[in-house]
């Protein structure tokens, strides 16, 4: 996936996970939206920072460096979403290009699916949505399907 990809998954995550957690549509969703959208959008970016020291899709592209983001907000009580836009770039490079990603760095293997396009396709943006609507399914199955089980993740959810 491309800069611009990234963004606008990042965005469309953030809108969406909005929603699903202050779904009722006012100035708390509203809110929500925004909480949420900003550090996901800037987590879907920093994996690419790579591109300016080290070797592209490796050296931030892996799980221990995704661990360091999903711990940094119990650490540190802050950054609470950029982890999703941290994991979201990495879905977005596994499955919607051709190369992968080394996710298990120093090991230089990348790891992808066959169902990429090239960075510079005329589908990226198709293959984007196609990606962002998919993984926004799976985080309302999360946030809801645990309440079944009487964990409820979603804070509004009744």
């Known amino acids: 996936m491309n800069k611009h990809g990234h963004v606008l998954n990042g965005l469309l995550l953030g809108v969406g996970v909005g929603f699903i957690l202050a779904p009722i549509g006012n100035v708390e969703t509203l809110q929500t939206i ?26 931030l592209h892996n799980l221990p460096v995704l661990g360091l983001f999903i711990a940094f907000p119990v650490v540190f009580g802050n950054l609470n979403y950029v982890w999703i836009g941290v994991l979201t770039h990495y879905v977005l ?35 984007t949505l196609f990606i962002t609507a998919s993984e ?18 979603a804070p509004l959810a009744q």
């Open 136 to 153: 926004l399914l799976v985080g309302y199955a999360i946030v809801y399907g645990f309440g079944r089980y009487g964990w409820s993740l």
């Open 34 to 59: 925004v909480a949420v959208a900003v550090p996901v959008t800037l987590g879907a970016l920093v994996p690419d920072i790579d591109t300016e020291f080290g070797r592209h899709r490796k050296t």
């Open 93 to 127: 490079d596994m499955v919607g290009s051709k190369r992968g990603i080394a996710l298990f760095y120093p090991y230089t293997q990348e790891y992808g699916f066959p169902t990429g396009v090239a960075t510079k396709s005329q589908y990226t943006n198709v293959v």
